[in-house]
């Protein structure tokens, strides 16, 4: 879309300004001094806007800026666009390629970089619709396209736990054949897939994430940063889009730390939750009291190794 020469475009002065520190972290809103309805409603008046409303509301309700649909509780609040999100992010040819999977009709992949303690999401594969194997050729031709050098720094799957039962599916003089999984199908292809082991917990994956949004290196710097270009579904699920399951109760209403499966970005959000706790961010979150907190895993050049970065260096 282009603007004609012969049109311009007049924009109402913000009611509140955003307040950012020196590392662009969110600080609070306050009162603008030029907003147009100041001298009609004063300071107080823009202020009592502000109760009961979230980061997002603010943004869209007074400060007419475009922000994303939301219906239901977001499974994370912590992701801000203006800290994670990154114009453009450059794969480091020396690391091997990560790859979050949760399969299915609306299945998806993320391919990701993981680095010190450090996460890049680099691009996002949404199957519409195509069968495992039609997936699996998609992920190849961009794997080959844009990170050739995963074939020499190697290539790390996790996937839910799904992704490896077996259907029964009727053959022959009817006989019972066990058909492939989905990870046996990726596999075939060259792209070796497991779960992050153990039981599935819903839970320590939201916190497992939640405790990565958060987290911070010791510049500063967030520890996840996505692509802006490549990554728009992931923005969409972190950015409150994908939410999770809520029942009425007598009290009330009680949200479950389960992803709402009927949310279009349910998939999209849990391939990137099994990549994160399949390289190590659950670890520590769930331990013995007094028990020293583990360093989320690191890996090398090596597909199939890892080591705790605390040993790393030695």
Not at 269 to 288: D, H, K, N, S
Request: with cysteine.
């Amino acid at each position: 879309m282009q603007c004609p020469d012969d049109w311009a475009f007049f924009e109402q002065p913000a009611a509140v300004i955003e307040i950012r520190d020196d590392a662009n972290r969110f600080v609070e809103f306050q009162v603008n001094p030029e907003a147009e309805n100041l001298p009609h409603i004063g300071e107080k008046g823009v202020r009592q806007e502000l109760s009961g409303r979230t980061y997002n509301d603010v943004r869209r309700d007074l400060m007419n800026k475009v922000v994303p649909m939301r219906k239901g509780f977001p499974r994370y609040t912590q992701f801000l666009r203006g800290v994670h999100v990154v114009d453009r992010i450059d794969a480091f040819d020396h690391l091997p390629m990560i790859a979050g999977y949760d399969p299915g009709v609306h299945g998806c992949i993320h391919l990701l970089q993981q680095w010190e303690d450090r996460w890049q999401a680099l691009y996002t594969i949404q199957s519409n619709g195509l069968g495992v194997s039609n997936l699996a050729d998609k992920v190849l031709a961009i794997l080959n396209s844009r990170f050739s050098f995963w074939k020499e720094t190697g290539f790390v799957g996790w996937g839910d736990p799904y992704g490896q039962t077996r259907f029964g599916a009727q053959g022959g003089e009817g006989m019972v054949r066990q058909e492939d999984t989905a990870f046996d199908i990726m596999g075939a292809k060259g792209l070796k897939f497991r779960t992050p082991g153990g039981k599935d917990d819903p839970s320590l994956r939201r916190e497992a994430t939640i405790s990565l949004l958060k987290g911070r290196t010791d510049t500063g710097a967030p520890r996840l940063i996505v692509d802006k270009q490549n990554c728009g579904p992931l923005i969409m699920a972190l950015d409150g889009g994908c939410t999770m399951k809520s029942q009425k109760t007598p009290d009330g209403m009680r949200v479950e730390e389960v992803v709402d499966k009927k949310n279009s970005l349910a998939d999209v959000m849990e391939a990137a939750e099994y990549a994160f706790l399949g390289g190590g961010e659950g670890e520590g979150i769930v331990r013995p009291k007094n028990q020293t907190k583990p360093k989320p895993k690191s890996y090398t050049g090596n597909s199939t190794v890892w080591r705790s970065r605390s040993k790393r260096r030695a």
